[in-house]
């Protein structure tokens, strides 16, 4: 039986002063009954006092048995614990770990207690895990914590978050728990997603769009560098934007101030919906557009938007370009006037509004006169300035409500539209003769030309676009068969002739190939003897329908349309095979004429067409004699002389026809060299009783 210390103590003194009562059986008998109860009395105190004292005991006993239980729990806990957990000196050295800790660093329990925390922490976080120590033992922290990356046993490297608190003691050197987390797969998401971060980061940063997220109250919240180039600030002042509102004027597309003049206001209308559309702002003067598109950011089964992402692209070059290019399309390139798609647009605008008005329209057609000259002469560039220039006059001779079309080459037409007066279109024809009329300056040189003008009227001659274009070039034709530099109004008539006109044409070009076309031959006299020296072959058109159609008829068209070239080369081989038949039947070799026309002489390779002829027949090339006109001659002299010794190499002749009626030059004659000149018809005929042409003609002898 266990008995207190005190109490073994009180009842060893008793017995020591009462001896008797070494026995309960001793002191029942030896004592009187007034000492028994005084000894009892002892007892009982004694008894009080081991009561107390095992009581105590008790409360000592539950309290330590309390603090084992509480140890052997926390000793569970210390081993299950799912984090590492290790104890250490002051020194750095490790004293115990838990399991986890083991697992953690890849150490056994032994392995560890023989290494510091300086050798499991990688070389780059050394200085700092030191540094904690340092501020545990010698600066009194309590804790510290930071991110490290522990050495395993195996060479690997973890990161952990090390947590390092101070075990103070009175009795023994403080030490340290460090307990740590394995945080590599955190860790490792992170730099997964820093990476993803900085590629996006990278493509948006390559991005030519813009794009801006900003929150549902419209603060902004993050940009690109796009955007914000594209208003010409930096990231910090873009930034600003939704506050500021005076950083960025923006405009309405044709420069007008816009009343809402913030960029969410702006690029993302709180509707809950995607939107876009454009918005415009001035730039150091400019006015640039954006094309916006704005998508409302929601999270998962929720409703309301969080964020707005919109996207922005520059479009004020593309919308220049697309403005560039359609105007081209509707535009003459060389002169600036609307072309003929934008012209039969106007024209049916025109005649569209002239029908509900009751008022008229117009349509000129207006044709240069001789303007191949100009360009053979000087050359495509000064034909192309003088066009630039002629435009001009031309656009000052209408009102701005009329349009001035380039329809191709050296042909203008103008709508003249509103028109309540019949004389209208004869005064802006005048009006545009008079004033081209005056000299042009280009390059240096005096420049004078004149327009064929051809006009019909809406609704008299033609109700329709395609209507009045085709009357109006009928009159323009018949305008300069008319002597050019006038105008004339479409009629009835000359709309026949337009028709006989394409029915010649039709005919003529399966003339040729059906066996048509004639010569017939002119014979050239000596006035000495009266022999036959020559003959000049003249070709004729023998239609089964229309019978024998004479050339003044048929060659205009032929020139025009370019069927004089296979017919030209026709009647030089046709006229030379007749010459060899003559010579064949005995008759005395004389010389063949044959007419060029300007179009064959520098269209067509007319050396190669007199050489082909000449051998398929073998007609002697100085029994060939080619007919130029003066003019023809004079329109590019420099080509014509080329020519022109490159047939006399032939062995050919070449005469002058048509001579006085033209505007030669005498040097340009002596240097044509040719060799016989043909005195117009017009001086010949009177010159018996003609003074006039008596003197004409005798001076044009001279100088032949």
């Known amino acids: 039986m266990f008995i207190p210390v005190a109490l073994r103590r009180l009842i060893f003194a008793s017995m020591t002063v009462w001896p008797p009562l070494a026995s309960a059986q001793a002191v029942s008998s030896s004592l009187a009954n007034w000492e028994l109860g005084a000894a009892l009395a002892g007892l009982g105190v004694v008894s009080g006092l081991w009561l107390r004292e095992q009581r105590k005991h008790r409360r000592e006993t539950t309290y330590l048995h309390a603090i084992e239980a509480a140890f052997q729990e926390s000793e569970a806990r210390f081993e299950r614990a799912a984090v590492g957990i ?17 697992k953690i660093t890849g150490y056994s329990e032994s392995e560890l207690l023989q290494r510091k925390v300086s050798e499991l922490t990688h070389p780059a976080d050394r200085t700092d895990n030191e540094r904690l120590l340092a501020g545990l033992f010698e600066d009194g922290d309590d804790a510290a914590s930071m991110e490290k990356r522990i050495l395993r046993r195996d060479g690997d490297n973890v990161w952990v978050n090390a947590s390092l608190s101070l075990v103070r003691s009175t009795h023994h050197a403080n030490k340290f728990m460090e307990v740590i987390e394995d945080i590599s797969a955190r860790r490792h998401a992170e730099a997964v997603l820093r990476e993803s971060e900085s590629r996006l980061r990278t493509i948006l940063g390559a991005l030519e769009e813009g794009i801006v997220m900003h929150a549902a109250d419209g603060s902004l919240l993050d940009c690109n560098d796009a955007i914000h180039r594209m208003f010409g600030m930096s990231r910090e002042d873009f930034m600003r934007l939704s506050f500021d509102s005076g950083i960025v004027e923006f405009v309405h597309a044709d420069g ?8 969410p206001a702006i690029m993302a209308q709180q509707t809950g919906k995607p939107q876009h559309g454009l918005v415009s702002f001035r730039r150091n003067d400019e006015i640039r557009t954006l094309w916006v598109k704005s998508e409302p950011m929601r999270r998962d089964g929720q409703d309301s938007i969080y964020a707005i992402i919109t996207t922005a692209a520059d479009i004020t070059e593309s919308r220049a370009n697309e403005a560039r290019i359609a105007y081209l399309a509707h535009h003459d390139s ?37 303007f191949k000259t100009i360009n053979d002469s000087l050359g495509h560039a000064a034909g192309d300035q003088l066009l630039r220039v002629i435009a001009e006059r031309v656009q000052h001779c209408v009102r701005k409500s009329d349009t001035v079309c380039r329809q191709g080459g050296d042909e203008f037409i103008i709508v003249l539209q509103d028109l309540n007066e019949a004389e209208a279109p004869a005064r802006v024809a005048e009006k545009v003769i008079e004033r081209i009329a005056e000299p042009f300056e280009i390059d240096g040189q005096s420049i004078t030309t004149s327009f064929s003008i051809g006009i019909a009227v809406y609704p008299n001659d033609g109700i329709d676009a395609d209507s009045l274009v085709k009357n109006a070039d009928t009159a323009m034709y018949h305008a300069k068969e008319c002597g050019r530099n006038t105008y004339r109004f479409f009629t009835e008539a000359m709309n026949a002739n337009a028709l006989e006109r394409l029915r010649l044409e039709n005919q003529l070009r399966h003339a040729l190939e059906r066996g048509e076309l004639v010569l017939h031959y002119q014979p050239q006299v000596s006035i000495a003897d009266g022999s036959i020296v020559g003959a000049e072959a003249l070709i004729r058109w023998n239609n089964p329908l229309l019978g024998l159609v004479p050339p003044a008829r048929f060659i205009p068209i032929a020139e025009e349309s370019g069927m004089i070239l296979p017919i030209g080369a026709w009647v030089i081989r046709e006229a030379c095979r007749q010459a060899r038949v003559w010579d064949a039947e005995g008759l005395p070799p004389i010389m063949m004429a044959v007419n060029l026309s300007a179009l064959q002489f520098f269209r067509d390779d007319i050396v190669a067409t007199v050489r082909n002829a000449l051998r398929e027949t073998g007609q002697p090339p100085e029994l060939l004699e080619l007919e130029l006109t003066e003019s023809l001659l004079m329109e590019n002299t420099e080509e014509a002389l080329s020519s022109i010794r490159q047939l006399k190499a032939l062995g ?9 009626i033209g505007y030669s030059c005498l040097s340009y004659l002596k240097r044509l060299a040719v060799d016989r000149l043909k005195i117009d018809q017009s001086f010949v005929r009177d010159v018996a009783h003609d003074a006039d042409d008596a003197a004409i003609v005798s001076t044009l002898l001279q100088i032949g």
């Open 652 to 660: 050919v002749r070449l005469a002058i026809d048509d001579f006085g």
């Open 334 to 370: 060389l002169t600036g006037l609307p072309n003929r798609a934008l012209l039969r647009d106007r024209l049916h605008q025109a005649l569209v509004r002239a029908e509900r008005e009751r008022n008229g329209v117009a349509l000129l057609c207006l044709d240069l006169d001789r």
């Open 256 to 263: 007008s101030p816009r009343a809402s003049d913030t960029l």
């Open 86 to 102: 290790a104890l250490g000196t002051c020194e750095g050295r490790y004293l115990r770990a838990n399991p986890q800790f083991l």
